[in-house]
């Protein structure tokens, strides 16, 4: 083979190359494959094994992946004129991929203009303790407002995140003295509440208590009464079955008892009074005459000085 033949087949080899890797393109499963044949839009093909008319067909490639980008801390003026430095992450994927070639170009940068105007038209239209305490509902206004832009560019933008909003040093130092007079507004609110509640609780074990203690002293003075209502009744029950002979037994028996204590002690049998009850009647009689008569000396005396 001559050295122009050569030169032909490695000539041929290389264009083979050249034009089969113009040609083949594979295509991951994150990825689709935007084609355009002579400047018209063919369709989207992938993800695997695509194959272009080379010099005719062009791939542009489009990536499915969520994407994160982050926009640097912007300043804004909120409604009652404070400045704010806001940053804040943007997140978005491609859900269209013709549309984000043929309708935008360089979408990461389109979504971040848009969604630092959208900040400062949002953050316009509120107070500064808003925007300090709303930091989700700012999310959520940042989010729908972007994705009805981007919307038309294929683009779905899945959250936006604020990350630090920094107000002015004057302004943090009033903040910080705003917290602490709240604090301690906290702190002597919640002792008042605690000395209530537990002069309260006080109150209310005290009165429990008495409750309870009168309670108990009712019941047993109640019962108490009825031991005594009880016993006497017993006792009634038992003597009305007793005859004299057991009356003098127990009398006896008695008088034993006493008998054997040490201590001195007089002892007069009901009988000795029995024995001195005439005496008494005969003296209590006596002492009836002679009141009578002088009673009658005195009638006769008070006559014979009648004239």
């Not at 992450?89 to 389109?110: C, F, H, M, R």
């Not at 002015?168 to 604090?183: G, K, V, Y």
Request: hydrophobic letters at 50%; charged letters at 20%.
């Amino acid at each position: 083979m001559s050295a122009v033949a050569f030169v032909l087949v490695a000539l041929v080899i290389a264009l083979g190359v050249v034009l089969a890797w113009l040609a083949i393109r594979i295509v991951p499963e994150y990825q689709r494959l935007v084609v355009l044949r002579l400047g018209r839009l063919l369709g989207v093909r992938g993800p695997g094994l695509v194959l272009l008319i080379p010099l005719v067909d062009r791939g542009i490639r489009a990536d499915l992946r969520e994407r994160v980008f982050d926009v640097t801390p912007q300043a804004c003026i909120t409604q009652d004129n404070a400045t704010l430095a806001i940053d804040f992450l943007i997140y978005s994927k491609i859900v269209d991929p013709a549309s984000s070639v043929i309708n935008v170009q360089q979408y990461e940068n389109a979504s971040r203009g848009i969604a630092i105007t959208t900040l400062r038209a949002v953050v316009g239209d509120m107070l500064l303790d808003a925007v300090l305490s709303r930091r989700e509902d700012i999310n959520a206004t940042l989010r729908g407002k972007l994705d009805e832009v981007t919307e038309r560019w294929g683009i779905k933008v899945t959250a936006v995140e604020i990350r630090e909003i920094t107000p002015p040093r004057e302004i943090q130092e009033a903040m910080t003295r705003q917290m602490s007079a709240e604090r301690s507004r906290r702190a002597i609110i919640l002792d008042a509440d605690g000395k209530r509640d537990a002069a309260v609780r006080v109150a209310d074990g005290q009165k429990q208590a008495a409750i309870l203690e009168a309670e108990g002293a009712r019941q047993a003075a109640i019962l108490r009464a009825q031991g005594y209502s009880q016993a006497l009744a017993q006792i009634s029950t038992v003597a009305s079955h007793l005859d004299s002979q057991t009356m003098s037994l127990q009398y006896l028996e008695a008088l034993k008892v006493l008998g054997a204590a040490p201590s001195t002690k007089l002892v007069v049998p009901t009988e000795f009074t029995s024995l001195l009850r005439p005496l008494i009647e005969h003296t209590n009689a006596a002492q009836h005459a002679a009141d009578d008569a002088k009673v009658a000396m005195e009638a006769n005396a008070a006559n014979g000085a009648t004239p």
